[in-house]
């Protein structure tokens, strides 16, 4: 994929937690695409919404896409998200058999388990490419704008 390619799905992502900010939500949003940079899925964090402390961005699009493909395999598939991803999304990602990430902003100091993606790619059993920060100080913006109208 081309780097203008990249930062266009990226884009995308960031619509996404527009959509999740919009609705009371935390700032995130995740696109999964083919190897080629076709979207097949787009989803954002419905935390707060939905009363469902899992309900991330990453994870919401893996449960569309494993519904969309009716199967839980779901490798061959490239996850984008405009957000480093926290250690529940990025092993999930894992388990369903994505092996290829793009995040925008890089991890956020908060995070708990402090267990950076670059941590879990050294622990991961299977080779994992992990591509990031793509337009990050653009992305750590529009978190932090988020956080600040839907704490």
């Known amino acids: ?9 990226i884009k ?9 900010i919009e609705s009371g939500n935390p700032p995130f ?14 989803d954002y964090n419905t935390q707060n919404s939905s009363n ?5 961005a990453e994870i919401n699009a893996l449960r569309q896409l494993g519904q969309k493909l009716e ?16 250690s529940m999304c990025f092993s999930g990602s894992i388990k ?8 925008g902003a890089p991890p956020e100091p908060h995070m708990d388990p402090w267990l950076p993606m670059e941590d879990i790619v ?9 591509h990031g920060p793509i337009l ?9 704008y988020g956080r600040s109208v839907t704490s």
């Open 122 to 130: 050294a622990l991961s059993k299977k080779p994992l490419e992990v």
């Open 71 to 86: 199967s839980r395999y779901l490798n061959e598939y490239v996850l984008f998200a405009n957000a480093s991803s926290c």
């Open 136 to 144: 990050g100080e653009e992305c750590a913006k529009q978190i932090a």
């Open 12 to 20: 995308e992502c960031q619509a996404e937690a527009a959509k999740s």
């Open 29 to 42: 949003g995740c696109v999964i695409t083919t190897a080629d940079g076709k979207i097949v899925v787009r």
């Open 96 to 103: 369903a058999g994505i092996t290829t990430f793009y995040y």
């Open 1 to 9: 994929m081309t780097e203008e390619k990249i930062q266009e799905l």
């Open 52 to 56: 469902d402390p899992t309900a991330h």
